[in-house]
């Protein structure tokens, strides 16, 4: 039983365009969000989160939105560029106090320069 | 200041071996955690330690996987006669907890390969 979804396992964008990266889940106790970001032979590098009072958070290129009522969650980096190419996960933590995170399988994107 | 880091970096074991993954969490970081990433696949949660004590076990597929953390920093996690299907990225993450975020950091991960 998955319950965070990322059902589009690569994307391909143009460098200097939007990419836009999505998660689905399926756990309504579910309340906090990460992004993470995984290149080749490392671990995965923490991006940008999302606590379900909120619907949107802002960190320089990159944008998370959240779609409570959708159990929805994208992220969108804009503008693309080539070192974003990488291992894009989505996770997902129930309330505070229970920390395991639960993640989805992954975006490969490649950004075409 | 010094992230996660795991050793070995990569374990290449034959099956029914012993081996032992060590990982050494952010200074300060109370909380330590352990995944296993399966080619093609997200990490899976296997245990989560707040302190020394084991907060959540859960995640251990049988009892040949068992993890320590007896100071409540170094943390190592054992495999006892290994498998085939053990075979994965195995992955340590540590966070502050009593937060609100408790965003977690992860290690560059122990490839474990067993023949």
């Known amino acids: 039983d998955q319950q965070v979804k990322q059902n589009s396992p690569s994307l391909s964008v143009q460098e200097g365009r939007i990419s836009i990266l999505n998660c689905d889940y399926t756990?309504?106790?579910?309340?906090?969000f990460l992004w993470y970001k995984k290149y080749p032979a490392e671990g995965p590098t923490f991006l940008i989160s999302?606590?379900?009072?909120?619907d949107k958070n802002e960190d320089g290129r990159f944008t998370v939105f959240l779609n409570k009522s959708a159990k929805h969650l994208s992220l969108h980096i804009v503008p693309s560029q080539p070192g974003d190419s990488a291992v894009y996960f989505c996770?997902?933590?129930?309330?505070?106090?229970?920390?395991?995170?639960?993640f989805g399988t992954g975006t490969r994107l490649t950004i075409i320069p | 200041g010094a992230g996660v880091s795991q050793t070995p970096s990569n374990k290449v074991t034959e099956k029914g071996k012993y081996v032992e993954l060590r990982c050494d969490p952010i200074?300060?970081?109370?909380?330590l955690y352990w995944y296993r990433q399966s080619l093609g696949q997200g990490p899976e949660f296997l245990i989560y330690?707040?302190?020394?004590?084991?907060?959540?076990d859960s995640g251990l597929p049988n009892d040949r996987f068992f993890a320590v953390r007896p100071e409540g920093s170094v943390s190592t996690l054992k495999i006892q006669r290994t498998e085939r299907g053990d075979s994965a990225m195995y992955l340590c993450?540590?966070?502050?907890?009593?937060?609100?975020?408790?965003?977690?950091?992860f290690g560059p991960g122990t490839r474990l390969t067993v023949l």
């Open positions: 330690f707040q302190g020394t004590g084991a907060a959540d």
């Open positions: 756990n309504s106790m579910f309340d906090y």
């Open positions: 993450a540590s966070s502050f907890s009593g937060t609100t975020d408790g965003t977690q950091y």
């Open positions: 200074s300060g970081h109370t909380a």
């Open positions: 999302i606590s379900s009072i909120k």
């Open positions: 996770a997902a933590r129930p309330n505070f106090g229970n920390e395991k995170l639960t």
